[in-house]
């Protein structure tokens, strides 16, 4: 019996460690600025318009060009992670897994429209599935009434300066050599613009960050912990 109990608390000590960085839904506050999707396994910047409070544009807009430079030229400070280079802007593709569908559709069964919830495209995905925001029109065709100054930017989560207004895809339109997907954060909207426009840049990279230093403190007080209630442990059974 006792050792049953011995090797439970082995256990614990174990999944504490598994769940001292799992935060609500599939975004994990890692720290230093740096938001991790669990799901899609991107990191994204916690400042959504980090080129405005980096000082590298006054407003944060640029078109897709300069947005896609500046991404893939993003030095960041992650303080334990390091130096993170490997910056882009959101990926998209096709829904289906096969074309981009240009046809407009309220329920989200083609890439031109409303209520997106696939993982195909990173930008809908967190407007809608990560943070819960509702489109201008439910999957039906319907006006659902978004109003206020942000209209259906409702829940920003985690994340900072998260703008009301349209961000750049990192992936151009096949069509229109001029064209390039975006999403519209006021509306819940996902279509292609034109690549010279000014919109907003969010900065993401691919996979989790690992930490070039010590373990967060957080993570070494749960370790001492568990560690301490084995150690107990033990000393009662050689009593």
């Known amino acids: 019996m006792r050792k049953s109990k011995y090797k439970i608390y082995w256990l614990l000590a174990v999944l504490g460690l598994c769940l001292s960085g799992v935060a609500q839904a599939a975004l994990i506050d890692k720290g230093h600025g740096l938001i991790y999707d669990n799901v899609l396994d991107v990191t994204w910047?916690?400042?959504?318009?980090?080129?405005?409070?980096s000082g590298?544009?006054?407003?944060?807009?640029?078109?897709w060009s300069e947005a896609n430079s500046w991404a893939a030229n993003l030095s960041y400070d992650g303080g334990i992670y390091g130096t993170i280079d490997d910056w882009r802007l959101a990926d998209v593709a096709p829904?289906?897994?096969?074309?981009?569908?240009?046809?407009?559709s309220y329920d989200g069964i083609t890439d031109i429209g409303y209520n997106?919830?696939?993982?195909?495209?990173?930008?809908?995905?967190?407007f809608y599935q990560n943070l819960g925001n509702t489109g201008y029109y439910d999957s039906a065709g319907t006006s659902t009434g978004c109003t206020g100054a942000d209209l259906c930017l409702t829940n920003t989560g985690p994340f900072d300066n998260l703008e009301s207004y349209v961000y750049w895809s990192a992936v151009g339109l096949a069509p229109n050599p001029n064209g390039a997907w975006a999403f519209n954060t006021s509306l819940g909207y996902q279509i292609g613009y034109s690549k010279y426009s000014e919109f907003y840049a969010w900065a993401?990279?691919?996979?989790?960050?690992?930490?070039?230093?010590?373990?967060?403190?957080?993570?070494?007080?749960?370790?001492?912990s568990g560690l301490l209630g084995m150690v107990s442990l033990r000393k009662k059974r050689e009593h």
């Open 56 to 63: 590298h544009d006054t407003d944060g807009r640029m078109n």
């Open 45 to 53: 910047l916690q400042d959504a318009n980090y080129a405005k409070t």
């Open 95 to 104: 829904v289906d897994n096969t074309a981009f569908d240009y046809s407009l």
């Open 204 to 224: 993401v990279r691919s996979g989790d960050v690992t930490a070039s230093a010590v373990p967060e403190p957080s993570v070494v007080l749960l370790m001492a």
């Open 116 to 126: 997106i919830t696939s993982t195909q495209s990173e930008l809908a995905y967190m």
